[in-house]
């Protein structure tokens, strides 16, 4: 009798855990179910090519603008599983990220992307041609010793976005998805995925154990993973200029222009582009009153343009009796009257846009299982066109880091080693930005004598030629960014400067004005160095992050 209650209990404990375990397995197979409902695929309508992918994910990134896009093309290539979540997969209309430094180029070919700037009727660049108070000098790309096919490029941002996505999706471990990511998913501390709604309105979940966001300079996600200080020095109002040509072909042209640059370079066969920045302290011209389409005839045509004395006396005129009262000398030689034109036809066509530029150095909060990357993470003054070297020096960096590991499982550990990341991209991105920022500053006009001396001297600076013009062009197109040569380089500006002043003929107001452009080199490079971190940027060795990511 015993033996019958003991084997009936054992019987039953048995059925019990059979129940048990059928109950767990259904759950989890439940679970797994809601996963693959909350990320149902979805064949794109807005021209990239997406094939079936499977649903679960290594990584997630945020974006699928210049970074997002060349990074998810990269992590794919090395096996990852990668969701990329993109608000808008048409192709974009931008102002900005037209031009790519040989530099970024380089980075390009080393991912396997430089195909994307074929068929999109990009053009080559070659360097910069520098304007200034009726003289112009031409400064070069240092190219020699690098492939025939290395150089700069220019084009439409849109047309090089969607060629990237394309190369994306094209990988079977690749996934491209509409919608709009609304938050990231955090579970004590540590990001495990995203939340976000599809074009139809649907809100769904996808987890993984990595979430980088790429969501561009307009990041609404960014707060949570560093911490923002934007700065906004300048708006450009920009103008496509058709049918048309430039002095130098194939060069970007720059005229230090009154307040700020304006700048102009081709992006396809039939356009250039024209970008007028106005300072921020500057009034902003309304478009829609007029005031626009009065200031870029008035007060930015005669100085750019070359116009003859009987032109100006009537311009003088014209403009003298309206309320603009910062005319500037109209005779001077600046860009060739065949431009004059179309400039005046792109003003009246009425197609005028406007973009603020904005900066922001690199701040972020270390956070398991996410990292911000792009414009969403750091961004500095668009006159150098560093942007998008920026961005693929980083992902060319974040690639060689993962690469070594297996699985991202542990968040805590990763995010760690992933600390190196921010360390290891200094030199090169601190050289960039910091050098966007110092041009930016020394290229507007000031009421301060020494900065009109330190403009002065940093146009004469370039045109000697030489190492004097290779060292700096060499830096601003990311073919040698090392952070010790943007330091001496504009120190030297400097001291030539007061050089220039002192010699043959010393006086004591002229040794004040040398010791005063000094101090304005000091003030506008130093401040920038602060934000950037003097210490990772000259001394990346000493960080412990950096010789950690040695070890793996």
Known sequence: ?????????????????IFFYKSAGRRKIAISREVVKCETLKSSENGVKQAEKPAYSDIIIVGAGVAGSALAY???????RVHVIERDLTEPDRIVGELLQPGGYLKLMELGLQDCVEDIDAQQVFGYALYKGGRSTKLSYPLEGLDSNVCGRSFHNGRFIQRMREKAASLPNVRLEEGTVTSLLEVKGTIKGVQYKTRTGQELTACAPLTIVCD???????????????DIPSCFVALILENCELPYPNHGHVILADPSPILFYRISSLEIRCLVDIPACHQMPSISNGEMTNYLKSKVAPQVFKVSLITGLIYYFLFSISDSKDLTIFCMFQIPPELF?????????????TMPNRSMPAAPHPTPGALLLGDAFNMRHPLTGGGMTVALSDIVVLRNLLRPLCDFSDAKALCEYLKSFYTLRKPVASTINTLAGALYKVFS???????????EACFDYLSLGGVFSNGPIALLSGLNPRPLNLVIHFFAVAIYGVGRLIFPLPSAKRMWMGARMISVALGIIFPIIRDEGAQQMFFPRTIPAFCRSLVV
């Open 1 to 17: 009798m015993e033996s019958e209650y003991v084997i009936g209990g054992i019987m039953a404990f048995l059925l019990g855990f």
């Open 216 to 230: 561009g300079c307009f990041s609404n996600l960014r707060r949570s993973l560093c911490n923002p200080k934007v």
């Open 341 to 353: 034109d179309a400039f005046i036809s792109a003003i009246n066509k009425g197609n005028i846009r």
């Open 74 to 80: 990269t992590l794919g290539k090395d096996g990852r």
């Open 445 to 455: 006009t000031s009421h301060d004598p020494a900065q009109k001396e330190m403009r």
